[in-house]
Every structure is written in structure tokens, then in C-alpha cells.
């Protein structure tokens, strides 16, 4: 949950991701006030269980049929009552079919002296009126009172049992329409779990869960977190802290430039908690887009939200029901207007109901297509034609379309499964191929005498990339890309396409970054032999560059430091075209 003065939510997660936040360098979340209580993000848990084996690119991807078994995925949207919003909003919630509000009443507010509790202000009226309305909550709590533990995060027996006893008076106070209880917001960020100097965070934190559950168990979901974008290494010391054998679910908010990729993140989240003896839902307490391109910000959220959905999410929370002050984009309504978000929202809720989608294997990974119950699809991928037979085929804002051509703005189409698609000019996509097997990754290292290194999928405190701790601050994500080191001693990441048979391409590429350091070292490769090399500053779009390749040739794209380190973050994408028939790439809003 934003404070209104905090910076947007999506710069928030880009800046730590350019800027090399999370990256581990300054420990976990760079917290130097507590230990998480293991050094090693990837340790076993206590009992010896093996730890998660390191995935690499081409075994992450799903691409055939899921087991679309799943309850249906629940979208809700974020409300602010807690600061001031007016309860004039409330209808807007059920034009755009939420019924799930997340929102706070902080334990503060609610208990301002000890054992007093004041329930009936307006934020906890305004909350009321919601229930009233038919409307469920998540109630964010944060565990921190300036009653308690010297304004902490609650640590000692006295204050665990406060935070569990003020819940419970919560519960008492909005019944069965308190859904779920967050224990915290964003735990991950800097210095945001405050416990006294060498509190050994993960156990403490998972301490004072295990009071709340022995106090409010049953009478509502009890959430560990959330974390700033999935974090999945920041959460692994909790995992062998016993928080999975005690909480109810995990609060992730997967904020982010593409929704493609989200669903390796949510599935790797998923496997480390397998690892760990026992999977608890996933609750995306806030997703959103920071653009002003509403059109663009509709079809991500079709996008993301299907994803999600065949990843298990149990419920998603758009951040936010309307534009505010300090986020004045992210909103589903504008003045009390729908935006095109609002009406992609409305349109997902009658499509997620039908219960958890699986994907439809189309003969290409670089189309997305996922079928929900027996008749709705939808799909999106690389420029190509579609043909439907039958039934309706709708844009993300609901609004029918021709469906006779397809490309990365999704379409949802009910009423038939007679869904065919034609070949697309694009044979390799770095961003839709992402974790697939059309590319594998690694770390190049050395001047003269070169190694190269294949990079596991890796668990940061923020975000999964294809990366490995020993190479910070390089990682490879879906849109955005780091390098380490400097011109003497580089250390290189490196996107390596393999032909599967011969092959006449053109590339064409994009790379973005600030006028921060002296640039990055870009090239491309064939079989180790340089087709193409430039200084990226500030932009580089090279290409069309031909290639000619065949079976078993190696096509890598290189990124080094120049001749110094730092400011070596960039946004990239990169395409594989048939040749003749590219067009331009443009990186990411």
C-alpha cells in the first residue's frame, strides 16, 4: 500500500532493478539493521530437504495444456479509505464487477492507547459501508505501534500478542467480510522490517505469525508480506524459518514493463515453496502499470491477469480503483470515468469466473493462448494472421474485432474453440521467448581467453532473472538487462539463439539506458565471429542485419561495461525476422 507522497509504484520497481537494489550487495533488501537468518537465499530448510535446483533457460516456459483445475482467480482493486478517499467511489468498485477492496486501518489508528480499540472512525465506517455493500476486504496491517516495541516491528511476547489481539478485535468488528489480513506491506524494501539491531528478521517475523494464527485462525486468510515485485530469494530464509507451515498464503506485487514473463516468476515462486514442504496461495495484492497510454495499460492487464490466473493466483488487487494525486495514471476510473482499464476489468471478470485457464499449445511459443472453461480464449503473440469460425472475438476493452489478424494486444474470443493461426514473419522474440527454449543465457567472462557460463534462473530479493549471485550486478530479464565489471575485467551477458535449421534472418534490436557511466558494449555474434558492434550511451537500434545461418549456428547478442563500471543497466528487446519481412523494434513505455 503507497503512502500518497511515495513515488509510483512502477518507477519504484524499475529504479531497484536498474539501479541494482535487491541485487544482494548490501545484504537481503539492503537491511543492515537485522539478519533474514541465512546467508544463502537458496540454502535447504531445517530437516535437509535438497535445495531448489537451478533452472535453466528452456526448461521454464509452459508450453502445453495446464491442468486448469484451479478455482477461478479473483480481481479486486485497491482502495484508499484509510486515507481519506470518499465512500462516493464505492459504486465505481461495482461498475467494473469488484468485489474485492484492499485497503487498511492501521493498528495505530485502531489502538492509540494500550487495549483501547476505536473502530468506529470513518476509515473503519467507510470500510462498513463496503461490507454493507456486499463488498470483501484485505485489510493491510502493518505490525508496528508506537505503544509497542518502541514503534517497531513487533518483536517481543507482548507485542506479538497485541498485533494477534488487535486482529482479532478487527475480526470481531467487520466479520465474515474480512477476507484476508496482510502482515505487512512490502517487507522487502529497504530497512522496512524494523527490529532491533541482530534480530534474526525471518524468525521473528515468522514467530509473531505463528501467535497470529494461534489467535485468528479460521476467522479470515492470514497473509506473510508482501514483497515489492515477487521476491522469491527475499522470501526463501522465511521458507526455512517455518512461515509456510503457519500462514494461510503470500502477498506478492508483481509490478512490471511487460506482463509476459510474470508467469515464470509466479511458477519458480511455486517451486521453491515445494521445496520447502508445503505451497500456500499467492495473493497479488497490487498489480498495476504507471503510463498515461490507457490502451496500453487495458491489454496489460488482460494480459497479465491471465498469466497470473493459470499460474494459481488465488486473487489479484489492481493498484487502484481511481487516479490519485501522486498516481495520477494507474487508476480505473478518472473523475469518475471509466478509463480503458476499467472497462478490461469489467470484461476479465466474467472470463476469469469461468475458473482457472490452461494453456493451448498453437505449434509456436511466441503465441499466448489460454483457454477458460470450455469456450473463451485468449490470446496474443507475434504479428501473424488468426482465423476464428464461429463465436465473438473482442478486444481488451470489450469492443469487437475483425479477428482476423493477431499481435501483441489481446483478443478474447467465446463462443467457439475453431482458432487457427498463420505463420508469423517473427521466428525469435527476446521478450515473448523469455525463459523458453528459443534462447539460453549466459555470463561471458575474460578478455583473450573467454569462458562462458549458462545462467540458472535466479531468485533475487525483487525479481527473477536469469542471472547468478557470483556475476552481480548482471542479470538478464525479460525487458531490462545489467552487466558487470569493467573494460580489463568484463563480465559479459550474453542472449544465444541456436538454429534449428537453415535459416535467412534479420535482426533488428533496441536498447535504451540514462547518459549515466560511459555505455555498454554491444555486439552480435555469429559463431563467435562479431556481424555487428556499437557503444550503447543512450539508444541503439540496429538492423536490419542479415543472417544467414544453419543447423547448429550460434547467434549471440553481447553486452559488456565500456571501460568503466557503473550505469551499465539498459531496457532491450531484440527479434528474429524471416528475412525481407522486419519491421522496426521499439523498447519498452
Known amino acids: 500500500m503507497k503512502s500518497r507522497a511515495a513515488m509510483g509504484p512502477m518507477l519504484l520497481a524499475m529504479l531497484a532493478l536498474l539501479n541494482g537494489c535487491g541485487d544482494g550487495s548490501e545484504g537481503v533488501a539492503g537491511m543492515p539493521m537485522v539478519t533474514l537468518g541465512m546467508a544463502n537465499a537458496t540454502l535447504p530448510p531445517a530437516g535437509g530437504a535438497p535445495a531448489p535446483a537451478a533452472t535453466t533457460a528452456g526448461m521454464l516456459r509452459k508450453t502445453t495444456a495446464m491442468s486448469g483445475t484451479g478455482a477461478p482467480m479473483l480481481l479486486g482493486a485497491q482502495t484508499h479509505f484509510s486515507q481519506g478517499w470518499p465512500t462516493s467511489v464505492l459504486p465505481l468498485a461495482d461498475q467494473a464487477g469488484v468485489t ?14 494500550k487495549g483501547v480499540y476505536t473502530l468506529n472512525g470513518t476509515t473503519a465506517q467507510a470500510l462498513s459501508l463496503a461490507c454493507a455493500q456486499g463488498k470483501k476486504l484485505i485489510l493491510t496491517i502493518v505490525p508496528r505501534n508506537p505503544a509497542y516495541d518502541s514503534g517497531l516491528f513487533v518483536w517481543s511476547d507482548e507485542g506479538r500478542a497485541a498485533y494477534a489481539a488487535y486482529l482479532s478485535a478487527l475480526a470481531d468488528r467487520f466479520g465474515t467480510c474480512l477476507t484476508a489480513v496482510e502482515m505487512g506491506n512490502e517487507i522487502n524494501g529497504n530497512k522496512v522490517l524494523a527490529y532491533p539491531a541482530g534480530t534474526n528478521a525471518a524468525a521473528t517475523y515468522v514467530k509473531m505469525a505463528q501467535v497470529v494464527k494461534a489467535k485468528v485462525g479460521g476467522r479470515f486468510t492470514v497473509l506473510a508480506g508482501s514483497t515489492n515485485q515477487v521476491g522469491t530469494g527475499f ?155 464461429g463465436g465473438t472475438v473482442r478486444d481488451a476493452i470489450g469492443l469487437p474485432s475483425a479477428g482476423t489478424t493477431l499481435d501483441e494486444r489481446p483478443l478474447v474470443i467465446t463462443g467457439t474453440t475453431a482458432i487457427s493461426v498463420g505463420q508469423s514473419a517473427w521466428v525469435a522474440d527476446t521478450l515473448m521467448g523469455w525463459g523458453s527454449a528459443q534462447w539460453r543465457y549466459f555470463a561471458r567472462t575474460g578478455t583473450t581467453t573467454l569462458k562462458e557460463n549458462a545462467l540458472p534462473m535466479f531468485d533475487d530479493a525483487f525479481t527473477g532473472y536469469f542471472g547468478d549471485r557470483w556475476y552481480r550486478p548482471l542479470r538478464i530479464n525479460g525487458t531490462t538487462a545489467a552487466v558487470a565489471g569493467n573494460g580489463t ?30 555505455g555498454v558494449d554491444l555486439s552480435v555474434m555469429k559463431n563467435g565471429k562479431p556481424l555487428w ?33 557503473g550505469g551499465d543497466a539498459f531496457v532491450y528487446r531484440a527479434v528474429l525476422f524471416r528475412r525481407g519481412a522486419s519491421t522496426a523494434v521499439t523498447c519498452f513505455k
Open 489 to 518: 575485467s568484463p563480465t559479459k551477458a550474453m542472449w544465444r539463439y541456436t538454429a534449428p535449421e537453415a535459416q535467412s534472418l534479420d535482426l533488428r534490436a533496441c536498447f535504451n539506458k540514462t547518459l549515466n557511466g560511459d
Open 100 to 113: 474485492l477492496l484492499r485497503d487498511s486501518l492501521a493498528w495505530s489508528t485502531g489502538e492509540a492507547t
Open 235 to 389: 522470501l526463501t530464509p522465511f521458507f526455512a524459518a517455518g512461515l509456510l507451515q503457519t500462514v494461510d498464503g503470500l502477498t506478492v506485487h508483481p509490478y512490471r514493463l511487460r506482463a509476459e514473463g510474470i508467469d515464470l516468476e509466479i511458477d519458480r515462486l511455486n517451486a521453491v515453496m515445494d521445496k520447502f514442504g508445503r505451497r500456500v496461495p499467492i495473493w497479488a495484492t497490487e498489480f498495476s502499470i504507471d503510463t498515461p497510454d490507457r490502451a496500453f495499460a487495458a491489454n496489460e492487464l488482460v494480459k497479465e491477469t491471465t498469466l497470473m490466473a493459470a499460474s494459481g493466483v488465488a486473487a489479484a488487487s489492481w493498484y487502484a480503483l481511481v487516479d490519485q494525486k501522486y498516481f495520477p495514471n494507474m487508476g480505473l476510473y478518472n473523475n469518475g470515468l471509466p478509463k480503458e482499464q476499467a472497462k478490461a476489468a469489467t470484461m476479465m471478470q466474467q472470463v476469469l469466473a469461468q475458473g482457472q485457464p490452461q494453456r493451448i499449445d498453437m505449434g509456436d511459443p511466441l503465441v499466448f493462448a489460454y483457454r477458460f472453461g470450455a469456450d473463451t480464449t485468449v490470446i496474443w503473440g507475434a504479428p501473424r494472421s488468426l482465423s476464428v469460425s
Open 533 to 565: 558492434t556499437g557503444i550503447l550511451t543512450t539508444s541503439l537500434t540496429p538492423g536490419p542485419l542479415p543472417v544467414d545461418l544453419m543447423a547448429g549456428d550460434k547467434l549471440d547478442i553481447v553486452a559488456g561495461p565500456n571501460l568503466t563500471s
